[in-house]
């Protein structure tokens, strides 16, 4: 899990995580020094094992690849599959069994990808799923995932080395899903294990992007940011 300020968020996704059952490492991706505190102090806790991103990278924030070459490395070298949650998600106790499951999917090609649906707290698909409203069962999906919620099986982290990613680009769910299809992968999309998300809540600039569009991509432009 990738973690930059938002820390009571961060932490009700970090909890939800734990209390079912799995351990997780957190990225702190340059918070605030209040807020690394308070992930330090998670770091104390059974189950949880928190990584300063400063100790790993002097690049500013966002520090997506850092974070997908070292989750990898540990990946495989457990010979896992990873499953990547952010910090402004909410995991159900089945969520990660489920995505687990999900890997076993019957399909002519081996799966890459299982992501859960994303949804508000009225249980209303929401972004980055829009397109998946009207969905009635899990399936393949070829349009892009995102990382909300998602799973790389290990089958997919053994084809693609991290290390390749553009290190101009700040995101890589849209790359990566896509990919995953393009070598010969199948990705599938859960709607039937539904996350909450409160989208951007680290990164509330971004929320520009529904409330004043052209303002949002002024700002990407000009900015250079939010490199897709």
């Known amino acids: ?31 605030e020094p209040e807020n690394a505190l308070r992930l330090d102090a998670l770091g104390a806790e059974p189950g949880i094992e928190v990584v300063h991103l400063s100790e790993l990278t002097s690049h500013p924030s966002p520090n ?18 990873l499953v990547i949650i952010e910090s402004d998600v909410v995991i159900r106790p089945k969520t990660i069994d489920r ?32 397109y998946a409203r009207r969905w009635k069962a ?14 790389l099986t290990k089958e997919l982290l053994r ?34 294990n539904p996350v909450l998300h409160t989208p951007h809540s680290s990164r509330p600039w971004k929320l520009l992007k529904y409330t004043n569009p052209i303002l949002y991509y002024w700002r990407k432009l000009t900015l250079r940011r939010d490199k897709i």
């Open 99 to 130: 995505l687990i499951e999900g890997q076993k999917t019957p399909a002519e090609k081996p799966v890459g990808m299982v992501a859960a649906v994303t949804t508000d707290e009225q249980g209303n698909v929401n972004f980055p799923y829009e």
């Open 1 to 31: 899990m990738p973690v930059k300020d938002a820390i009571d968020k961060a932490e009700q996704a970090i909890r939800a995580i734990v209390a079912s059952g799995y351990t997780l490492c957190v990225y702190d991706d340059n918070s």
């Open 64 to 81: 997506y690849r850092t974070v997908l070459i070292d989750a990898q490395r540990k990946a495989l070298a457990k010979n896992a599959s």
């Open 138 to 151: 899990d399936g393949e999906c070829k349009k892009r995932l995102s990382f909300c919620c998602t799973l």
């Open 159 to 192: 084809a693609y080395d991290f290390e390749q990613l553009d290190p101009a680009k700040n995101w890589y769910d849209v790359f990566i899903s896509h990919l995953s299809v393009q070598i010969g992968f199948t990705n599938i999309l859960q709607v039937s």
